[in-house]
């Protein structure tokens, strides 16, 4: 794991550019704490910052060139297969001075081209160039577990793993309006959009082919996903199936230099990894978080009972609130875009304690995108299947407003979700599908909105946006048109981008089983009722495991990571909202927000029925943190 940056100029205002690849690297610091290199000639610039996880030695370092000097490969991920692929590529007369996966992407790029990720089991974002052609190739995975920003004008191509590098280079910081809009709906912004109109994500799957005087970029992989290619096999042999890939896929990913741990929520799908791993990796050391002062939503006993269970080495995390909130202002620090789930918090603390026992650490994310593990696919079930129970929850939809709603306790979460549920019923799938993504629907953000704001917005671009990420939802969905649309977005620009971030702040690389792309690619040959039905989500997944897991595990409500934030807001935090980041003074000042409408929100925030604005709260505490620090 590592991060990478660089630059390809068109022209000579454009190799202006490269004389920042030094400090854009730098801001990689700590996705790679072990080495830094650049290379710069009069067309590309590229740097690299390492964070050693196989072959430890210099021999693995980065930009690496073949021994003809014709070309280079800088590379941020793990290849997984790289042993054998290394094997290919010896009988077809191919050598190797290093023991590093890196040489063997190079020399496979070398050989097969663009063509050759199609042989690569792994995670990656990597710029290959041909210095004779002078051509540069670059590329993200296909499930988009590594990032890649970049932008393209008629002077150069910028690149790099987060926004910070990109910033190095001296770009222009001109505010899209319609990522403003979309990320206030659901507190981050989905790519290919991000908070500057001139710089993009490389969505997953893609790839920037470079030549003089030409540039695309063009997609080179897609989940294959077609109701009418259903699996027709029993549903014992679909958990057989699941079984095996499953854990080949954990087998994979324990090869490692380094001490190599998995973290164990107390879930289904990390200990399920965790069970898997331990079979092959007898000294497994497993990690878990805890709150002390928040039992709802602590779930260690879980995790020792697993930790106990398959007879990993376990260390819990117990914190404070107080501990949790010390972290705040380090992550508000460190986000170089708007990024607004708070589960970050917790999981940056985890990564940083983990740290100190591993270099690397498995993860069950991409389970409950694939197999249905959230309340809102239970919910989208309901509303398929319709049914008199239903019609009474919509019915009811004016007592579930009055109602109190918060997350912190069952009452008022059941309150909570039956009002997000009897709203949803009236819309269409694809509304639906968006409502139940975000946590305000696009009047509230219409009212949040200034007066200049409503001017720089472009509606008609904010709605193209909008139905070109919902594309993939049909007017007559299933539950595994919503997964489909839940890889591309909520996993791909939430959940893999918190654990991103959060784990390379912490120089930790974390790898994750469950997206192996040929197991997602069978998870979507899987007819719904595998998956979830009236009573049990993720269905194939715990009855395939049920033998290896704790019986505790099954029948209990998914809580997630949460963080106490409306308590912090009402005590810790109210100076910063109330004087400071929320306050008229600077609302006014900024001219984004309509002072009168945060004023309403801050009024909700400390009432007795504060719903779900602790999330809005959150969202725009970020953004102004964000705002303070790249903008004024």
Not at 121 to 128: I, K, M, S, V
Not at 176 to 191: C, E, F, G, S
Not at 391 to 419: D, E
Not at 559 to 588: A, C, H, Y
Request: aromatic residues 12%; charged residues 25%.
């Amino acid at each position: 794991m590592c991060g990478i940056t660089g630059v390809y100029a068109f022209n000579m205002v454009g190799r202006v550019s490269m004389i920042n690849v030094t400090n854009a690297t730098m801001a990689l610091e700590k996705r790679g704490p072990d080495f830094q290199n650049v290379y710069n000639d009069q067309v590309v610039a590229m740097g690299h910052r390492r964070l050693s996880i196989i072959d430890t030695s210099a021999d693995g370092n980065q930009p690496m060139w073949d021994t003809s000097g014709k070309f280079c490969l800088i590379f941020n991920g793990e290849i997984y297969n790289y042993k054998d692929l290394r094997t290919y590529l010896e009988a077809s007369g191919s050598s190797f001075k290093s023991q590093s996966d890196t040489e063997v992407l190079l020399q496979l790029l070398i050989t097969g081209g663009q063509e050759a990720l199609n042989k690569v089991n792994g995670f990656f974002a990597l710029a290959f160039y041909n210095l004779e052609e002078k051509s540069l190739f670059i590329a993200r995975d296909r499930i988009g577990i590594k990032p890649l920003y970049y932008l393209i004008d008629e002077d150069r191509v910028l690149f790099g793993s987060e926004m910070k590098a990109i910033i190095q280079y001296g770009i222009n910081k001109d505010i899209d309006y319609t990522a403003i809009y979309t990320y206030l709906q659901l507190n981050y912004i989905p790519a290919p959009a991000t908070i500057f109109k001139s710089v993009k994500k490389l969505l997953p799957g893609h790839c920037i082919v470079i030549k003089p005087g030409e540039v695309k970029v063009e997609s080179y992989y897609q989940i294959p996903f077609s109701k009418s290619d259903y699996t027709k096999e029993s549903y014992e042999d679909q958990q057989m199936k699941l079984k095996d890939l499953l854990e080949v896929s954990v087998q994979k990913r324990l090869v490692a230099d380094v001490p190599l741990g998995s973290f164990l929520s107390g879930g289904i799908d990390s200990s399920v990894i965790a069970a898997l791993a331990k079979r092959h990796k007898p000294d497994l050391h497993t990690f878990s978080i805890g709150y002390k002062d928040e039992k709802f939503f602590d779930e260690t006993n879980y995790a020792r009972a697993v930790a106990k269970k398959i007879g990993s080495e376990h260390t819990v995390f117990s914190l404070s609130n107080q501990d949790l909130y010390n972290e705040v202002h380090n992550i508000l620090n460190y986000i170089d875009e708007p990024f607004a789930d708070s589960s970050a918090i917790a999981v940056y603390i985890l990564s940083r304690e983990t740290r100190k026992h591993a270099t690397v650490a498995l993860s069950g994310d991409g389970a409950d995108e694939l197999f249905a593990g959230y309340n809102k696919h239970a919910a989208f079930l309901r509303v398929i299947n319709g049914g008199s129970a239903m019609k009474t929850v919509g019915a009811l939809s004016t007592l579930w407003s009055l109602l109190p709603k918060s997350r912190n306790n069952a009452l008022t979460n059941k309150f909570r979700q039956l009002h997000r549920f009897s709203q949803g019923m009236k819309l269409n799938a694809k509304d639906r599908y968006w409502q139940w993504a975000g946590f305000a629907n696009e009047n509230e953000i219409n009212k949040l909105f200034s007066a200049k704001s409503r001017k720089e917005f472009d509606r008609d671009s904010y709605l193209q946006f909008k139905n070109q990420l919902t594309g993939h939802i049909p007017k007559n969905e299933n539950v595994n048109d919503l997964l489909y649309m839940d890889m591309q977005l909520v996993l791909a620009d939430d959940m893999l981008t918190k654990v991103d971030r959060m784990s390379m702040a912490n120089g930790l690389e974390v790898r994750v089983p469950f997206l192996d792309h040929e197991l997602v690619e069978y998870a979507f040959r899987l007819p719904v009722k595998s998956k979830i039905n009236p009573t049990i989500r993720k269905r194939i997944v715990q009855d395939t495991f049920k033998d290896i897991l704790p019986e505790e595990l099954y029948n209990r409500p998914k809580k997630g990571f949460e963080v106490p934030l409306l308590k912090w807001f009402r005590r810790e935090m109210k100076s910063m909202i109330q004087d400071d980041l929320l306050s008229d003074s600077f609302i006014n000042e900024q001219e984004i927000f309509d002072v009168r409408e945060i004023r309403k929100l801050k009024k909700k925030l400390f009432s007795s029925n504060p719903g779900d604005v602790h999330a809005r709260i959150w969202g725009l505490i970020v953004f102004q943190s964000w705002w303070k620090k790249n903008i004024i």
